[in-house]
């Protein structure tokens, strides 16, 4: 059984595996969507640079002391 930080670092893993482009509301995996970014799973459309930000920001909160750019 995994830990609950255990999952949310296999998550970031994720994240970061697929560029930040991962829907905040569902986790789909944004990376090969076309250029508007609108998520087939849940329907939210989403700007690249407001993804990065938004993980980026998530990361830092959840992991202040290892966090890395």
Do not use: F
């Amino acid at each position: 059984m995994h830990t609950s930080n255990e999952r949310m670092l296999a998550h970031w893993w994720m994240v970061k595996g697929n560029q930040y482009m991962v829907c905040p509301r569902c986790w789909y995996p944004l990376v090969s969507i076309d250029e508007n970014l609108k998520c087939p799973e849940c329907g939210d459309s989403h700007e690249p640079e407001d993804l990065k930000a938004l993980w980026v920001a998530w990361h830092a909160k959840m992991y202040p002391v290892i966090h890395e750019e």
